[in-house]
């Protein structure tokens, strides 16, 4: 269909130029102002703008009025008309403004159409590989966390440590289902997979045997809560494990009132001198503290700025999901504070990096050149499909967070995946199978968000969790306009 006519179709701050007979989404613009920058986001070439006032009204002036396919021409004379009442010297540079618009826009970098959705066939029908596992190596846990969704290493079953043998079958399923694909991935979870310590140890010596013969590459990882941590796993882990999740989250005071042990004390002068020295063992690399946010801590910048305090130089400090009837939840009426609390952490890491304290900070994370590959871009971390959870007695299922939910249980490591249509369900979950995605200029950062976030709280996987897409799409501005600060930076 040839699409002649179009309307504008708000989403926040984004405008989405759509067909007005079959209602696809032509083009996606998304402006923004947020610390003294002016953005413009293309979205579906990922091309991203820095701008002065007058070319920030003029391409919000062009969407709203429909002329990014108007010839040159017209756009001035429409242009000049509406800003006559802006300065002469505003006035004289406007044609030039349009030109840089319309120079854009023939090189692909503004008003792009979209470079996806024509994949999206091959992608749902695509033949899939498993690709990375999470081994629940202990479903049992030494602390005693409030919002833990694993209901203390339980996860609506039973306490249980993972024998050798199943874990063998773990690897022996991930190899030969793997396809042709070299690099695979581990995780050691939990629970606290150090509970399960020689487990670990005895895993990670059977998938190096398997390299060889079977020409894969096992990456292995590890997230523990420390209590156990001791220096001869911190040795074994510097040498075996391409990254470590230390879970900490953040002040004493934070961090103790929602991650107690057991009997009920503080967890944080325990595990902090261990962290530290992982953090300092691995050169402030290939490690993540991780930390959790509540409606206790809205504050949540003091506690990403407390860990870089203490020389911590990679930090996750990431919002908790629960639902309205707990008391620590976030809920609706925080978002104003939460917003906030991102920009004054933009503007904070951006004065530290410039005073020679930066760190890095997951959720602020993104790669504005090269980015994802086209499958990642439309459907996230591949749960159900190229990643699966495997539990202490060899169950699969889409990833930890199914895992213990009868409905999305896909199989067993002996058995391979014998259910299939859970498999199916998932491969069909992208960001054009969701509604409140498809005009969502983050889309292709958060690649749709949580599966698992949106059954909870909508009893399918194929919708949104809405609170956390408000939080999702204040982090992706305030990454792209760190990296504006930044590239300023550099070019001093």
């Not at 002065?52 to 990014?68: G, K, R, S, T």
């Amino acid at each position: 269909m040839n699409c002649q006519t179009a309307s504008r179709r708000e989403s926040g701050p984004a405008y989405s130029i759509v067909c007005n007979e079959c209602g696809k989404d032509l083009k996606l613009i998304h402006q923004y102002k947020n610390n003294g920058y002016n953005i413009v986001l293309d979205v579906n070439s990922g091309s991203v703008h820095v701008v002065d006032d007058l070319v920030y009204d003029a391409i919000a002036y062009m969407v709203d009025n429909q002329l990014e396919k108007a010839d040159q021409s017209v756009a001035y004379e429409a242009l000049k008309e509406n800003f006559s009442d802006r300065n002469l010297s505003e006035i004289k540079d406007l044609f030039e403004i349009v030109e840089e618009i319309y120079e854009l826009k023939d090189k692909g970098m503004l008003f792009t159409e979209d470079i996806y959705e024509k994949s999206i066939d091959a992608f749902k029908n695509r033949e899939t590989v498993v690709k990375a596992l999470c081994l629940h190596i202990a479903h049992d846990c030494n602390l005693k966390c409030k919002y833990c969704f694993a209901e203390e290493g339980e996860y609506h079953g039973r306490r249980a440590l993972m024998s050798y043998e199943v874990g063998k079958k773990a690897l022996d399923f991930l190899v030969s289902h793997s396809g042709n694909r070299v690099n695979l991935e581990v995780d050691f979870f939990g629970g606290e997979p150090l509970m399960n310590w020689q487990v670990v140890k005895d895993l990670v010596a059977y998938g190096r045997s398997l390299e060889k013969p079977h020409h894969k590459k096992f990456r292995f990882t590890l997230t523990t809560n420390g209590v156990l941590l001791n220096d001869e796993m911190i040795a074994f882990a510097n040498r075996e494990m391409a990254n470590i999740v230390l879970s900490i989250d953040g002040r004493k005071e934070i961090n103790d009132r929602m991650r107690p042990l057991a009997g009920g004390q503080g967890s944080y002068d325990l595990i902090l001198p261990k962290f530290k020295k992982v953090a300092e063992s691995r050169n402030q690399t290939n490690y993540y503290v991780r930390g959790t946010f509540t409606h206790f801590n809205k504050d949540f910048a003091a506690d990403v700025c407390h860990l870089a305090d203490l020389s911590f130089q990679q930090i996750s400090v990431e919002p908790v999901v629960a639902p309205e009837s707990a008391d620590y939840a976030l809920v609706e009426s925080d978002l104003p504070e939460l917003l906030a609390e991102y920009d004054r952490l933009a503007v904070e890491m951006i004065k530290r990096y410039q005073e020679g304290r930066g760190f890095n900070f997951f959720h602020f994370m993104i790669d504005l050149e090269g980015g994802p590959c086209v499958y990642k871009r439309l459907s996230g971390c591949g749960s159900g499909t190229e990643y699966l959870a495997v539990t202490p007695w060899g169950d699969l299922y889409p990833c930890h967070q199914f895992v213990g939910q009868e409905d999305f249980l896909m199989g067993n490591v002996e058995d391979g995946i014998t259910r299939t249509e859970v498999r199916e369900q998932f491969k069909t979950c992208n960001v054009y199978s969701k509604e409140k995605c498809k005009n969502c200029f983050a889309k292709f950062y958060c690649s749709g968000g949580c599966a698992a976030n949106s059954y909870n709280f909508h009893g399918n996987i194929h919708d949104a969790y809405d609170l956390g897409c408000e939080l999702q799409r204040k982090r992706v501005e305030c990454a792209i306009m760190i990296k504006a600060a930044l590239a300023g930076e550099d070019t001093k």
